[in-house]
């Protein structure tokens, strides 16, 4: 299994980025789909998630400014985030996940850094 992000960089507040997460060696569709975060001396946190069933959810902080979404065509996950905040910088990470009975199988990313700063 292989989850590959790609979008990250640098960019000044008020900015935009856009967050790729291509997937492999998993059925995409059959998998929850999510965008994590961890900034220097801070727990990971989630950011985003799209579930199989097709729905989102958003931490409070991003709403409204971040976009989660999916091409189960070609097994990528995406975050789009507008208007962008100092505070925002961290590695994001993409996460896998699946519910099974008696567990789940969890994957993640390598991480790529997004970095907000003028």
């Known amino acids: 299994v292989q989850l590959v992000e790609s979008g990250g960089g640098v960019v000044q507040p008020g900015g935009s980025l856009r967050l790729s997460c291509a997937a492999s060696?998993?059925?995409?569709?059959?998998?929850?789909m999510g965008w994590y975060r961890q900034a220097p001396g801070k727990q990971r946190e989630l950011v985003a998630v799209?579930?199989?069933?097709?729905?989102?959810n958003y931490a409070d902080s991003v709403k409204g400014r971040f976009t989660i979404s999916r091409d189960n065509s070609k097994n990528t996950v995406y975050l789009q985030m507008n208007s962008l905040k100092s505070e925002d910088t961290a590695v994001y990470y993409c996460n896998a996940e699946r519910w099974i009975t008696g567990g789940k199988y969890t994957y993640w990313g390598q991480g790529t850094q997004v970095t907000v700063s003028s």
């Open positions: 060696g998993i059925i995409f569709s059959s998998y929850a």
């Open positions: 799209f579930t199989s069933g097709g729905s989102t």
